[in-house]
């Protein structure tokens, strides 16, 4: 193995990402364990060792007894034609042995152009990518993550889906596993016995049959499964599970940084967001957890940057006290704060000045739309005033420059929302050339523009995407309006949105469509120097489903959608009465300004949000 590894290591870029050996790496003894955990991110390893979530659950797990979870992640093109060349199999990056070795195999789901990838990974861990076809108890494969809000596409991969928070239902399925191993249990009693734990999903117990028009006619459990899978939830993040260490990457990744997580949820409602809908209720952890955590991880990692991070940081009602707790501890130890996602209604200059005392960065900000029609629609509750006011305070305080991100092809959009974009950045230069404490420097406008992609469980899972032709149109006549000295701006590509909304709407028969394309060549889809539309494109044909099915239509009221047997914690009807909103152009208040009745309370036993 060592030899065979050595080989495809002398012949790959970034060697680094293959080794192990890491600071801060779980080393088990192997005699006296029960299951071997293949922790499996179906990306690039300074993707993987990015995400906050599989650090949580890599300590998690590794805190259990007899238990020894390892990294495994997608290889590079160039190191997986050497593997496939000396025959070497997937492999555990802390121990080096071979996917053999382990008796379970779970897969973050992060993003629906993942799902290639994961059937790739399976492939070079020589286990069968179709759950048929794993007979016996070992190897077991399940998933997690935010694609399991709509996970129907991937279904025929999975043994188990875990819908919800990991932290709470995966020791225990775990724990169930090493339990059943023990009893000789075979696999369809272990199944039947996983639906016990709170937030399991046994696809292969559920029937889906088909109207005639492709619509679905009737979700039907079986085995004992319930009609709906209720998400797990960390009800007292306070008392939860939280490392006290991170791996230490040994190469560059996109986060390189300790993370403290501030909170849960969010109280905004903005229509398109699906983490702001599945991730409810509201969980905050006190200030003196949060500065305890990040104390830790600085002293065990060596980081000089620790990330606050949530989906709306500057929400986080003790933030101010937060701040100046850590900053008395950072600063000294030349330790910078980054506080990501920040809203422009309630910037904080002092703030900011406070936490960036170590190294400034700059300033970032999601209008999302261009004019205030269209952002009460989506229920952005967010005023150009407020970002204009935002940018004045801190170009009076020294910054010059600013990144503004949008979206494109939201529901009722015309051209006069995609020319309010434009228009937004001219009044930021404007603002600039009138408070600018040193106009001199000039500024410097960095412009995203993504296309809305409609997503499960949100008010807008009932819109159907801008067609492809149409966001070429909204694209050119956008590139038009942001051709502004000192603006740069970039596009989303429109082939990979509209294949992320095939997934993100679609039901169990893309399995094959997946499959068929995966078979085909296709991997690593959400990297664009591998994105190949014509292949996928070809597995629809072959497969016989139309993808426009998926991505374009609306569906009606009163229609059972592929993912209405996963309860998010937000009742259909809530989601329902908010896309009714949005039709009429009426925001609805933020969770501050009380209780919506959404149903995410249910999940925590009734217990008041933290806003």
């Known amino acids: 193995m060592d030899y065979k590894l050595k080989q495809c290591l002398d012949n790959v870029r970034k060697p680094a990402r293959y080794t192990g050996g890491e600071y801060n790496q779980v080393i088990k003894d192997k005699a006296g364990l029960e299951c071997r955990f293949a922790l499996c991110f179906p990306e690039l390893y300074e993707i993987a060792m990015s995400h906050l979530g599989s650090k949580i659950l890599y300590g998690r797990l590794n805190a259990m007894d007899k238990v020894w979870c390892e990294r495994m992640h997608a290889p590079a093109p160039d190191m997986e034609r050497e593997m496939r060349r000396v025959g070497l199999p997937l492999y555990g990056l802390e121990s080096k042995d071979p996917a053999s070795a382990f008796d379970i195999f779970g897969f973050s789901l992060q993003y629906e152009l993942n799902y290639t990838t994961v059937l790739n990974m399976l492939d070079l861990a020589g286990v069968p990518q179709f759950s048929k076809d794993r007979h016996s108890l070992s190897p077991l494969v399940i998933a997690g993550g935010p694609c399991v809000y709509n996970v129907e596409p991937v279904v025929d991969f999975f043994d188990i889906i875990l819908v919800g928070e990991g932290e709470e239902n995966l020791p225990a399925l775990v724990e169930l596993y090493m339990e059943a191993k023990r009893q000789n249990m075979d696999k369809q009693s272990f199944l039947e016995k996983a639906l016990e734990i709170e937030g399991v999903y046994v696809p292969s117990f559920y029937q889906v049959d088909y109207k005639e028009d492709g619509i679905i006619a009737a979700i039907t459990p079986t085995h004992g499964a319930p009609a709906q899978v209720k998400k797990a939830i960390v009800r007292d993040l306070d008392k939860a599970y939280y490392p006290e260490s991170f791996i230490v990457p040994s190469t560059d990744v996109v986060f390189d940084r300790a993370m403290v997580e501030l909170f849960r949820g969010c109280r905004r409602g903005c229509r398109f967001c699906q983490a702001g809908y599945t991730y409810r209720p509201i969980r905050a952890k006190s200030a003196e957890t949060l500065a305890s ?93 407020d970002l204009l006011n935002a940018c004045s305070i801190a170009f009076g305080a020294g910054y010059n420059s600013v990144k503004l991100y949008f979206m494109m092809g939201l529901p009722t959009e015309t051209e006069e929302d995609l020319a309010g974009i434009g228009s937004i950045v001219r009044h930021v230069i404007q603002t600039f050339r009138q408070t600018a404490k040193n106009k001199a420097r000039g500024i410097k406008i960095n412009v995203g523009v993504s296309t809305f992609v409609p997503k499960a469980q949100t008010p807008f899972q009932w819109v159907g995407q801008a067609t492809q032709q149409q966001v070429k149109e909204r694209q050119e006549f956008l590139r038009e309006q942001l051709k502004i000295k000192n603006v740069s701006f970039s596009l989303h590509k429109r082939e990979s949105s509209y294949l992320e909304a095939v997934f993100a709407r679609g039901d169990r028969r893309l399995s094959a469509v997946i499959y068929e394309a995966w078979k085909n060549g296709c991997n690593l889809d959400a990297w664009d120097e591998y994105f190949s539309f014509d292949t996928w494109m070809k597995a629809f044909e072959t497969c016989g489903l139309d993808p426009d099915f998926y991505a374009y239509r609306s569906p009606a009221k009163e229609e059972i959608l592929p993912w209405d047997h996963i309860f998010s914690g937000v009742m259909k009807e809530y989601l329902w009465s908010e896309y009714q909103q949005a039709l009429q152009g009426v925001a609805t208040p933020d969770c501050a300004h009380g209780c919506r009745n959404c149903g995410a309370l249910t999940l925590s036993g009734g217990r008041p949000c933290d806003v």
């Open 293 to 385: 955590q990040a104390k830790r991880l600085i002293e065990t990692t060596g980081y000089e940057e620790v990330s606050l991070t949530s989906l709306s940081s500057s929400d986080y009602p003790q933030l101010e006290s937060l701040c100046d707790a850590l900053v008395d501890y950072c600063e000294p130890r030349h330790v910078n704060l980054a506080l990501p996602s920040l809203r422009a209604d309630n910037f904080n200059l002092d703030l900011m000045e406070n936490i960036q005392k170590v190294r400034k960065s700059g300033l970032t900000f999601a209008p999302e739309a261009g004019t205030q029609r269209l952002r009460d629609v989506i229920n952005k509750n967010l005023y150009e005033e």
